[in-house]
């Protein structure tokens, strides 16, 4: 028999022939069908007997069959005993081929439009499909036991992972009329799946948990709820990592008009918190259309490590420890964020590589994209560049992207840092903000202590111009001015690329005026001198806080004041021009005086490739005059190096007071 594009109907009843015939009517029976279309499936090349005794041989083959868009070539179903009874046939022992051989069992009851069919691809793993179709209604039942999670990568969609590990086990629902579905059900358990993309950006290990799943469709639309339990497992998504389970997810919504509503949701985090959540994805563009999250009481340690984290990266927030407590209200709508709510409970932020820290952080940060807020932080203490700052009080207002602070005090040192008119904006190029203002007098010994300097006398205090970021550096205009060692330092052309980021560099030039010696000798251990002197960096050039490129100068300041050096500070500065008559001094009758007169100190470095180029006062025959001799008992130091790396100066400077380096005396 043969018929062209035959119906699913009267494939059934030519089955439903063939199987009421007596068993006596012939040995072997045979059917042909070129095709058969369906709604729900398509299939091509057919051909089924019954041979045997009592016609007890089943085989069907089937040249291509497709369904719901998967194709399979050259399947072949065979039963080594068949029972025929009426209009049904059972085969408890079979063998389906489509591709792998699988052990089958089936019941097929043709008047009642029933089919039961059991695979047991694997030992312990079973497969069973009760499915009843009538017209038009139709439903299917499967029931599944350690069912390898790999053989659902064909029915899932292209552009999710693809399983490749673990087991499923549970029970799936579904329903429909005409050959399309109108109501699923799902009620599953999930046990060491693992999966991955060819990119290996979503990927997952040893994960395990359960899913319920229910959806119906009501016109063009579906409606769902879900519930999801994470109990095990890690799992990368480009950029989140989870490295352990504990997480659920309740919600329910609708799909339909290529958008996925989520009406009502709750997610929880293990070491996060719960929230409440909705929102609409575009599932044609996919993107996030609309979004509402409220969380409260979140740990902000897992919050931090979890979710902010992977997208602060490349910032100077990618090396943060947080602690406390945070209630959280985000709106997105269109695209873009219109509103977030954020209260802070006793939090820190402290940057492990000691850069800032923020701690006892409490207050509310009302911010809305359209309309003014304001928002209240209060912080109990913390620290900049490792300087501690006290208590400080942030009123900060906020018009959408615009952000002003009339005045601020911070608290530093006994003294106090003024911030004055600091506004702040986001432009369509990035973050642009500027202020000014000073700084009231700070106790040096106190800040040299907190910098890990050797300890310095005195006060500091200054005034900040107008200080401004353009969206990529940092820089001031005018100059800034400072009060240290009873003279006066000016900082001009000051320039920060990165500030806060991983590899700071700085641009400016240092100009220092009248200096007291004694107090700077004396803060460095360095031996004892009196008198001025001026310092001046040009073109001053800093990578991650370490100078690479300068042009500085020490020479003595110009006026009537009193001039003498100690022993130890000559051995000092003679060490740091070059070894010289190591034994010079205690050879001669000057090893009795301890002070010596001078006339001029003058020593210059030209930093270029890690090799500072020195020079002095002026050539002598061998090297260059770092202090000439002046008064009675009077003293020269010779320089002889006229190239010292970089590295080996610095070691030099820490030994000076460690070592008993010896001038040359003349």
Not at 450 to 475: E, F, N, Q, W
């Amino acid at each position: 028999m043969a018929n062209k594009a035959l119906t699913r109907t009267g494939w059934l009843l030519l089955c439903a022939l063939l199987l009421c015939l007596p068993a006596s009517a012939a040995q072997t029976l045979r059917l042909s069908i070129d095709d058969i279309a369906s709604p729900a499936f398509h299939a091509r090349n057919i051909s089924a007997s019954l041979a045997g005794p009592e016609l007890s041989r089943f085989e069907a083959r089937i040249g291509e069959l497709a369904l719901h868009g998967k194709s399979w070539r050259n399947v072949r179903l065979q039963c080594a005993e068949v029972l025929l009874a009426g209009s049904e046939i059972r085969c408890a022992r079979g063998t389906l081929q489509a591709g792998e051989t699988w052990p089958v069992s089936f019941r097929y009851a043709g008047a009642d439009k029933r089919l039961e069919l059991a695979l047991a691809p694997s030992p312990g793993e079973t497969w069973r499909i009760a499915a009843h179709w009538g017209n038009p209604s139709w439903n299917m039942r499967i029931d599944i036991a350690n069912g390898k999670a790999a053989r659902l990568a064909p029915w899932l969609p292209e552009n999710l992972p693809r399983p490749g590990g673990g087991t499923v086990s549970g029970r799936a629902i579904l329903s429909g009329a005409s050959g399309k579905m109108e109501e699923a059900s799902a009620d599953l358990r999930l046990d060491n799946i693992s999966f991955s993309d060819a990119a290996g950006l979503h990927a997952g290990e040893k994960v395990g948990g359960s899913l319920e799943l229910a959806a119906s469709k009501r016109g063009e639309t579906w409606q769902w709820r879900v519930s999801a339990d994470w109990r095990e497992g890690e799992i990368f998504w480009q950029p989140l990592y989870f490295a352990r389970g504990g997480h659920r997810l309740a919600a329910e919504g609708s799909y339909g008009a290529g958008a996925l509503r989520v009406g009502r949701g709750e997610l929880s985090l293990a070491e996060v918190g719960a929230a409440r959540i909705s929102g609409i994805w575009d599932t044609a563009a996919g993107r996030l259309l609309d979004f509402d999250l409220h969380g409260t009481n979140l740990d902000l340690t897992g919050l931090y490590r979890t979710l902010l984290k992977p997208f602060l990266e490349n910032t100077a927030f990618a090396k943060v420890q947080a602690q406390g407590r945070a209630d959280m209200d985000w709106r997105y709508r269109g695209g873009a964020t219109t509103e977030f709510d954020l209260s802070l409970h006793n939090a820190s932020f402290e940057d492990e590589e000691r850069r800032f820290a923020l701690r006892g952080v409490s207050g509310r940060i009302p911010w809305a994209a359209d309309g003014e807020r304001q928002a209240d932080l209060r912080i109990q203490g913390g620290e900049m560049l490792r300087i501690p700052l006290g208590e400080t009080r942030i009123p900060l207002a906020m018009r959408g992207w615009q952000f002003s602070l009339p005045e601020l005090a911070v608290p530093v040192l006994g003294g106090a840092l003024r911030i004055e008119d600091f506004q702040a904006g986001k432009q369509p190029d990035g973050w642009r903000w500027q202020f000014s203002g000073g700084l009231s007098p700070v106790s040096m010994e106190r800040l040299t202590e907190a910098l890990g300097l050797p300890s310095m006398h005195g006060t500091l205090s200054g005034v900040i111009p107008k200080v401004g970021y353009d969206g990529h550096a940092l820089r001031m205009d005018g100059a800034l001015l400072v009060k240290v060692f009873d003279g006066t330092v000016v900082v001009k052309d000051l320039a920060i690329l990165d500030a806060l980021g991983r590899a700071p560099r700085l641009h400016a030039n240092l100009d220092m005026r009248n200096l007291d010696l004694d107090l700077l000798t004396r803060t460095f251990s360095f031996g004892s001198m009196q008198g001025r002197i001026d310092i001046r960096a040009d073109n001053l050039e800093l990578a991650n806080w370490q100078p690479v490129k300068f042009d500085a100068e020490i020479r003595s300041s110009p006026g009537d004041y009193p001039r003498k050096i100690s022993q130890r500070a000559v051995q000092n500065i003679s060490s740091l021009g070059g070894a010289g008559a190591g034994a010079a001094i205690s050879r001669s009758f000057l090893r009795f005086f301890e002070q010596f007169g001078y006339d001029k100190i003058g020593l210059s470095c030209r930093l270029r490739n890690e090799v500072c180029l020195m020079d002095g006062i002026e050539p002598t025959q061998y090297g260059y005059t770092i202090v000439k001799g002046g008064g009675i008992p009077a003293i020269s130091v010779i320089g002889y190096n006229r190239e010292v790396s970089w590295n080996e100066l610095l070691e030099r400077l820490k030994r000076i007071t460690q070592a008993n380096v010896k001038p040359v005396v003349q």
